[in-house]
């Protein structure tokens, strides 16, 4: 009942720039938080920045003044902007999204995963 497709991923050369997309669908009644983490071979999936039903944002400390994580409410997306971009951002990105959709009888919560958009940094 709910889908996350992300998108703008790509190659990009050190100091570059990249946004990233992510469109929530399906039987919304309202999101309520939208996150991007992202996943380097051989490591943890982290979170890297996250904005709240109140729009209060959290940023990783490695991507503070470089990405900037922003919403379109009545399209249900969200935007990750990254800019300066260096080697060490090289990883797999993945959108979180938080809210409630509804069904043919019930009102539910949800907490869904896109399927990730892979974004490398090189020379």
């Known amino acids: 009942q709910v889908q996350l497709v992300e998108s703008g991923g790509g190659l990009v050369q050190p100091g570059g720039s990249l946004r990233l997309s992510c469109k929530v669908s399906g039987s919304i009644l309202r999101v309520d938080g939208m996150g991007w983490y992202r996943q380097a071979p051989g490591t943890e999936r982290e979170l890297v920045a996250a904005?709240?039903?109140?729009?209060?944002?959290t940023y990783a400390d490695s991507v503070k003044g470089r990405f900037t994580i922003s919403r379109d409410r009545p399209e249900k997306v969200a935007y990750l902007q990254m800019t300066n971009l260096k080697p060490e951002d090289t990883a797999v990105y993945y959108c979180r999204s938080e809210g409630i959709y509804s069904t043919l009888s019930r009102t539910r919560d949800y907490d869904y995963w896109g399927q990730g958009t892979q974004v490398t940094v090189s020379s």
């Open positions: 904005i709240g039903d109140d729009d209060e944002i």
